[in-house]
């Protein structure tokens, strides 16, 4: 349903994702490790065209692109297809928790008001938000703010939702709380890439696991494979690293 091929990202004339290939099935939950600045969020964000890919294809569904000769038509068609749950939650801080999650279905889906208020509102109270709906970000928790981030992508009902460590920038005490949302998430059948050096989340919820370093896949396999029994010296260090940091 996700297929990429050879896609390129250079900033400034410096390479940042070196070719990569990467097929994701669909209902498949795809954990992506690596270490920090290995180009795993451009990469999240090249398949939502947030950054411009430099070459390569990116096929979702019945959309495939070239991306050097995409056309404004194809990103449009291809930037519905995904949904983002970012790091540091990116709402918008003068609108409330509703209204974040209602923004994107009246303004890009065209769905009428009402209606994208009774969806915003069953989203939010599934997410266990129902009694903060009227707040702004502000005086939201990062683990509130993180559900709203997560209602937000599910109401645009996306082919694919893209997690780039939704959990990394919470207090410990609140990270297994959005952990349990995404595992739910997972467990109905939802498409999903999840950036998280979350091992055992990894280990409970992804399908497959993918190590990235300095722009390359280095190695794809069961989370058994990648954290047991990796294969690559690579992907022992990085392993061996995390379970350091971890303990
Ligand atoms: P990761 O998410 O794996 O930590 P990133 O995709 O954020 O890695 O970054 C990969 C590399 O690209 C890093 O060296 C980073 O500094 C660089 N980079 C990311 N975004 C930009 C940007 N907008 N402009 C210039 N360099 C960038
Ligand atoms: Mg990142």
Redesign the pocket.
Known sequence: MLSINGLTKE??G?P?LKSIDLDVQKGEVVAII??????????LRCINWL?IPNGGTITLDNISIETKKASRKDIAALTKKSAMVFQHYNLFKNKTALENVTEGLIISKKMPKSEAITLADKLLADVGLADKKHQYPITLSGGQQQRVGIARALAMDPSILLF?EPTSALDPELVTGILQIIKSIAQMEKTMIV?THEMEFAREVADRVVF?EE?IVIETGTSQQIFQTPSHDRTKAFIRSISQSTI
């Open positions: 900033f400034n410096v940042v690596g270490p920090s600045g290995s180009g795993k969020s451009t990469l950054e780039d950036v990235m722009g």
